[in-house]
């Protein structure tokens, strides 16, 4: 049987990390087995419907490289794939659950389910009075205009008992599970039925989701073995954890990916991070690209542990992903990010000097905020034990840079570093006791990206000797 899998979130917002690493797995599970990866929309809970929010999911896996083979906007032959759009699908399946025995109507209103921070079903139980009613006594009730909904029936004792492909066989008492709504008095269906449903009927072979489904699975497999029908292939995935103790969550304002790229972050570093976050190759090997995912996932290397999302881990992923970029691509990646700038910076020279030195693309404010604007500076910043200079040292050497400097013509870094280590010999001096006042002057920091020559190349010479005449006037 092809293996196929599908993506199915709710519009309710920027994509969840753990919604993405779901959506992943489910990818990988597809094309490492030459299967279909579909696309649902879920969007039945109307309540929690956020305006553009499907268009987030679009973007989102076009951008990290996640191409569906069905979904809403490229059709299918299981269409349609928003559930808001297969309402008049699920009742018929409902009452026919109920002639079946698997549920019953409800007159008793629309117990509200309870959801964790996540909205994730709360298994709690709930003893229904009107299964008591005739199923006659019902359809009169019903036709003569009573609010009814279908609610789900669990007659047996005993344990329930299925395999999941990460946490093995699952038993859990049918005692413990909950008979919830599962069509709701306006004819929507809730989450647990419609899944079903559109799984069922969409083909669907694996179901991959979050491990808080594990205690409600075999409430989806009563109405599987009800109907008839082959219950799907169970992968459920660990919790990706802020810490050993705090989920991952969007409620709490933890990152989504649109959190991440906005502060400089890959989606290709992103989703190659997102992939080891319950998953390992096997190997030393970190750095994946999505298409040499598809050749090496497998199911058998999925972890039960909880993942932690290490922000360091990815900002150092991030890093390689940006130093492993080619010069034009960076430069056009930085662009955005120079928008400020004044007049005059050798812009490309500034991608040069900072895509080694940098891990985020949002770092690159911090990193030259000094060539925006020249900081007050203290003149003890000329002091350095190492390099063996101090203000006196600055006050002898600086005069003497500037009038090299004023006297070049080809300014390039090479150009310049060769013009100033020529005049260090000229002076006696250490290279360094040149360098390094030079780099105080133009930056007016104690670090920066790049050394003196570079940072002159980025600033230009006209702005080069501004800031040396500047230091020479507080000198």
């Given at each position: 049987?092809?293996?196929?899998?599908?993506?199915?979130?709710?519009?309710?917002?920027?994509?969840?990390?753990?919604?993405?690493?779901?959506?992943?797995?489910?990818?990988?599970?597809?094309?490492?087995?030459?299967?279909?990866?579909?696309?649902?929309?879920?969007?039945?809970?109307?309540?929690?419907?956020?305006?553009?929010?499907?268009?987030?999911?679009?973007?989102?896996?076009?951008?990290?490289?996640?191409?569906?083979?069905?979904?809403?906007?490229?059709?299918g032959a299981h269409g349609p794939y928003v559930q808001s759009e297969r309402k008049d699908l699920y009742a018929p399946y409902a009452h026919k659950l109920v002639e079946l025995g698997g549920a019953h109507y409800c007159f008793c209103g629309e117990r509200e389910e309870?959801?964790?921070?996540?909205?994730?079903?709360?298994i709690c139980k709930f003893e229904d009075p009107c299964k008591k009613i005739p199923l006659e006594e019902a359809r009169?009730?019903?036709?003569?205009?009573?609010?009814?909904?279908?609610r789900q029936t669990i007659n047996k004792t005993g344990k329930s008992k299925y395999e999941d492909k990460v946490y093995g066989i699952i038993e859990i008492d049918y005692d413990e599970l909950d008979e919830g709504v599962l069509l709701k008095s306006d004819g929507f269906p809730t989450y647990n039925f419609a899944n079903v449903i559109d799984d069922h009927l969409m083909g669907i072979t694996h179901v991959v989701r979050g491990n808080e489904y594990l205690p409600s699975t075999p409430k989806y497999n009563l109405m599987y073995d009800t109907f008839g029908w082959q219950r799907p292939v169970y992968v459920h995935l660990p919790t990706v954890?802020?810490?050993?103790?705090?989920?991952?969550?969007?409620?709490?304002?933890?990152?989504s990916f649109q959190d991440l790229v906005a502060k400089g972050y890959l989606p290709e570093?992103?989703?190659?991070?997102?992939?080891?976050?319950?998953?390992?190759?096997?190997?030393?090997?970190?750095?994946?690209?999505?298409?040499?995912?598809?050749?090496?996932?497998?199911?058998?290397?999925?972890?039960?542990?909880p993942a932690?999302?290490?922000?360091?881990?990815?900002?150092?992923?991030?890093?390689?992903?940006?130093?492993?970029?080619?010069?034009?691509e960076f430069h056009r990646l930085a662009m955005p990010y120079y928008a400020d700038m004044p007049a005059g910076?050798?812009?490309?020279a500034l991608s040069r000097v900072l895509q080694p030195r940098i891990e985020t693309l949002g770092?690159?404010?911090?990193?030259?905020?000094?060539?925006?604007?020249?900081?007050e500076y203290d003149l003890a910043l000329f002091d350095n034990k190492k390099m063996k200079t101090d203000a006196a040292v600055a006050k002898a050497v600086l005069p003497e840079v500037r009038r090299a400097l004023a006297e070049q013509s080809e300014w390039t870094n090479e150009a310049l570093f060769e013009r100033l280590k020529a005049l260090a010999e000229q002076l006696g001096v250490k290279n360094g006791q040149v360098l390094y006042p030079t780099r105080i002057a133009l930056s007016g920091k104690e670090t920066t990206p790049g050394g003196a020559t570079e940072l002159a190349v980025v600033l230009g010479q006209a702005e080069t000797l501004l800031r040396l005449d500047k230091a020479l006037a507080r000198l």
């Open positions: 049987m092809k293996v196929r899998t599908r993506f199915a979130p709710s519009p309710t917002g920027y994509m969840h990390i753990g919604n993405l690493r779901t959506a992943l797995y489910e990818y990988l599970l597809a094309k490492s087995a030459g299967g279909d990866f579909i696309l649902r929309i879920e969007d039945t809970d109307q309540k929690r419907y956020v305006e553009g929010a499907t268009e987030i999911i679009y973007d989102t896996l076009k951008t990290v490289g996640l191409h569906w083979d069905e979904g809403p906007d490229i059709g309870q959801t964790d921070e996540d909205g994730n079903e709360i009169r009730r019903i036709a003569a205009g009573e609010p009814y909904v279908v954890m802020k810490d050993a103790q705090h989920k991952l969550s969007k409620r709490n304002g933890d990152a570093a992103i989703i190659n991070y997102i992939a080891l976050l319950g998953w390992n190759p096997g190997t030393e090997e970190e750095i994946f690209s999505v298409s040499e995912l598809e050749k090496i996932f497998s199911v058998e290397r999925l972890n039960k542990s932690i999302f290490d922000s360091v881990k990815l900002t150092w992923m991030n890093g390689m992903y940006i130093r492993a970029l080619n010069a034009a910076i050798n812009l490309e770092q690159i404010a911090e990193q030259t905020d000094f060539i925006r604007a020249l900081p």
